[in-house]
Structures are given as C-alpha cells and as structure tokens.
C-alpha cells in the first residue's frame, strides 16, 4: 500500500495561480513508473489532468496544455502541479495519482476554487 500526502489547494481569484505537491509518504523499494493528476470538477466524472513518467516524459489534457505543468522532484517521490492563469472550469476536487509496482494508487484529494 502506498500513501500519498497532498497539498497546495486553495481559493485563488480568476486569472491566478497554484501550486499543488504530492509526496509519497513512507519509504519506498521500487522506482514510481508514473505520477499524474485528475480532477472532478462539481457535479462532474473524474478527469485527466496530466502525468510524468519517470524518465520525465509528461502528457497532458488539452484543457490545461499551456497553463498547467507537472513536474517530479529530483527525489522521485514528489511531483507538483503548477497551475496558472486559473479558469472557471478549473474548480475541482485535485487527486494524485501514482503507479507503482503495477498498482494504482490515490491521494485523498484537495480542493481548488476560484473565488470572485
């Protein structure tokens, strides 16, 4: 089983900008092959948001290309979602999602709004 820790959410105006990090948090024996980030926006299904493999390839949603950027930390058991320019369709509850020895594992979520 592996735990993730996630955090950065927030209320950010339109226009603004977030920081959201994802560490795995107890020590580890294999390399992660992928990190990556959904979303479910109110009242909506859970979308892709954008991953990173671990040899630092990334993919992202067409929604965010040019606002958001994934990265993974030199430690290989963080990765951060930088979110720019913060659009309306942007509120969601954020998950972490990582792969690790051919499982699937989720972060227990954290908010993003857009206050006015």
């Known amino acids: 089983q592996v735990q993730l820790i996630e955090s950065g959410g927030g209320s950010v105006q339109a226009g603004g900008s977030l920081n959201l990090s994802c560490e795995v948090a107890e020590r580890i024996f294999h390399p992660i092959s992928i990190m990556g980030w959904y979303r479910q926006p109110p009242g909506k299904e859970c979308e892709f948001i954008a991953n990173i493999i671990s040899a630092g390839s990334t993919n992202y949603a067409a929604s965010v290309t040019g606002r958001f950027t994934i990265s993974l930390l030199i430690n290989k058991r963080t990765t951060t979602l930088q979110i720019n320019s913060l659009k309306p369709e942007d509120p969601a509850v954020y998950y972490c999602?990582?792969?690790?020895?051919?499982?699937?594992?989720w972060g227990q979520g954290t908010q993003v709004t857009v206050s006015s």
């Open positions: 999602n990582v792969r690790y020895t051919g499982d699937y594992y």
